[in-house]
């Protein structure tokens, strides 16, 4: 079982930055699809980032260019660095683990099997 631990959510304005951090209890998850995903309320889960394991990244229309997922040296930790947040990406954040896939990681959220908790990013006009 893999833990997922999220963390750098906050408030910010339009137009602003925020990274968001999530380390996995096991650094195997690193050799398997991580991803971001995002849920606001009453909308269903989306992807917003995710990373094979041999750190190739894909992002939807939405975000790209905006967002930039990376690993950290140790594979367990993941991130999330978002630019010129809109108000539109208001949602809560959820770091996401595979244990099975291992590249071309734009998958659906139930193909992902460890969740975090989530992280709320709340962004003003």
């Known amino acids: 079982q893999v833990r997922l631990v999220e963390s750098g959510g906050g408030s910010v304005q339009a137009g602003g930055s925020l990274k968001l951090s999530c380390t996995a209890s096991?650094?195997?998850?690193?050799?398997?699809?991580m991803g971001w995903f995002r849920q606001a309320p009453g909308k269903e889960r989306e992807r917003v980032a995710t990373i094979d394991d041999d750190d190739t990244t894909r992002y939807p229309d939405s975000v790209r260019g905006r967002v930039t997922i990376s690993r950290g040296n140790a594979k367990n930790t993941l991130y999330l660095q978002m630019n010129s947040l809109r108000p539109e990406d208001t949602a809560m954040y959820y770091c996401?683990?595979?244990?099975?896939?291992?590249?071309?990681?734009?998958?659906?959220?139930?193909?992902?099997?460890?969740w975090g908790q989530g992280t709320q990013v709340t962004v003003a006009s």
């Open positions: 996401a683990a595979s244990s099975s896939t291992r590249n071309f990681c734009a998958l659906p959220a139930a193909r992902y099997k460890y």
């Open positions: 096991e650094s195997s998850a690193g050799n398997y699809c």
